[in-house]
């Protein structure tokens, strides 16, 4: 996110330097444009200038030559001039020729007599050449300027006239350039205008009217420095002038003649050379919009890539391709970013797993284990909504932190029941969940503890089929510690010989004889006693039951030799096997090779199996006591009644004993003996032999008794003890036994 503020604000910087750039660029084409067109302006004048000083030097060479030619030939009739002048090619410069006595009186060659006595002193007042200005002819109402010379024929002055029409001297200025818009003046020295190339723009003084002529009356003052302008003209100097007007600005342009004292005068509006300008702009200005949006374009692109390959990057590193939710990198981060907000006292964080994934992905296969995956973590968002944070940190394990306001159990609970029964494509796969939470206090401030710490809320849930969730308290982490501590040490004790087995005797009910006893492992760890109850659990967890298991059946078998030898084989001792053995097949070949070690015959080995270790999913039980059976040792279903497995179930088990839970012989002293009842019914019934644990009292034992229990184990005959003094129980059997053979 961060990147991609920099990575706008470098754009807008890219964009504002090309914007500047173009500007800039702009600025100066303008100047260089508005430079340009006043230097072509100046030089189109000049050419104008140039042009008509060739036309005019021309013409009045071609009167000079004509005069001369009159005067030289000395021709007087003035038919004879005019059949000079027909019959020259001079004639098609000019529209007619006229010849004007003093009188003003003034004929043409076209047989044409009209008389400009008022004008006399113009074409008499020296021999010089001189051309007028614009003058409506008199013939034929034609715009003409006249060419005319003073000479002297026989005492008599005529003056010699060509006629040429305004109109040709029109057409030599290219005002028309500028689409018309410009106009062009011929001015004599006084500023007068001679010739106006455009008749409606006036005649008389020009620099006193351009007000009127510009600007159609206005009384600003247009030309500053006018006198400077006046100057020029007077002196022949050439000259350039911007005038605003309210017609808009006008460039003034005027450049001398070179002939005649004349001043060539050009204005041309402002707007005509924008216009061009304009154009010009408007192209430079296309090109550089172009330019910028491709560079823009570049950029974004540039951008957009950046941002798709950033985004395949985050999700390598924070996506879980399973769930399409954060990954533990994602969890810790995110997470760590919502701590640092402040913690809030409605906020938790929850660690969900599910019991035996293995299996489900065994069973099922890769896709639909996937698919389960998928499904958990949609079902936690949607119960958990969706601000909550949820990743899937590996395997089957889950994370939420979430804010929850009403009861957390009640969330956790519909958590569980929406999980176990989640349906993918309509198949429900009764999943088993377990899950830790830990609600946040206001000195947490690091996810990892806090995670820490839902999980072992979550190792406490775990194993647990009753208790699905397990909310955080500090007993916990102090179990904890105490488990980390049992395991570090458990490795030494086995080589230290720390566990030792202790045997609790077996009692017939009848005759009070002995049976056999149970071997029950006990860890003498510090010169203290640990009981099972503490360590064997966490043995499960982390398998080390699996070493232990076949340690103590490797002790119980060595003692069984010594006994064997003594006494002889007649009792039966009961081995604990841990459900744990029962994922792999071939635990039984170890039990077969250490009794055959020590020369056991198994018969004489009964095989504890917890009653709920036959209803585990996934392990094929029976197959397994089969094996058992098939070495010959005998099976007993240990804590029955507890595991809540079916008649069915046990009907098919090829189990030899049923151990009858303390729990419920302890009902028989209050009067509660209905369980006890049925399940020495269903013994009986499955011919199957009964021993009643914890028994403690003679009203307990007397009642098993009556009901024909076979056999007692408990407190009322003896605790578990150390083999010295459970073979006391041997010898005493041994003893009764041949007693009993005596009589
Ligand atoms: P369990 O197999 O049900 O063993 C019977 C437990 O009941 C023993 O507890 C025994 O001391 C106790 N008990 C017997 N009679 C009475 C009585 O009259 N009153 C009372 N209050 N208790 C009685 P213990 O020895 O503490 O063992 C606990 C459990 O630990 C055992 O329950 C068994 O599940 C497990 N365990 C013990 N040794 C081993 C072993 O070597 N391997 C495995 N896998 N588990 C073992
Ligand atoms: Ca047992
Ligand atoms: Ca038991």
Redesign the pocket.
Known sequence: MKDNKKQIILIIIIFLILVAIGIAYMTYMLEKIEANSNNSIETIVKNDASNLKTEITEQKAILQSVTNEIIMDNIVNPEKIFDMYERSDITSHFIRMAIMYEDGRTITNDGHEVNYLDEKDNFFSNNEIHISENKISKIDGQEINIYSQAIELKKQKIAILLIVKTDSYKNIFSNKIFEGKGFSYIVDTAGNIVVSANTNKGTGNLINNIERMLAGGSKERFITNKNVVEENIKNGVSGTRTLQTTNGNYYMVYEPIGANDWTIVTFIPAKAIAGEANKALLTTFIAAVIVIFIILAICIYIVIENNKKQKKLFEYAYIDPVTGKGNIYYFRKTGQEILEKGVKSNQYILVLDINKFKMINKAYGYKVGDDILKGIAEKLQEILGENSLICRYSNDYFASLFEYDEKIREILKKIVKNIENLRIENNVYNLSVNMGVYQLTESDANISEIMDKAIIAHSASKGDVYDKFHIYDKKMEQKLEKESEIENEMYQALMKKEFIV?Y?PQIYTNDETLYGA????RWKHNGKMI???EF?PIFEKNKF?LK??VY?FEQVCSDMKIWKEKYGDEITIS????REHFLDEHFLEKYRMIAAKYNINPNNIDL?I?ESATIEDGIDIIGIMNKMKKLGFKISI??FGTGYSSLSTIQDMPADILKID?SFIDKIGKNDKNIVDYILTIAKELKLTTIA????TKEQRDYLLERECDII????YS??IKKEEFEKFIQKKTKQDSSKDEN
Request: glycine share 6%.
């Open positions: 202790y609790q149970e071997a029950l492992v009981p099972p109850n064997i039951i232990l298991d103590i081995v604990n096997v841990s504890e917890t240990d804590d303390k644990e914890g028994v403690e184990q408990g407190y009322y605790k578990p």
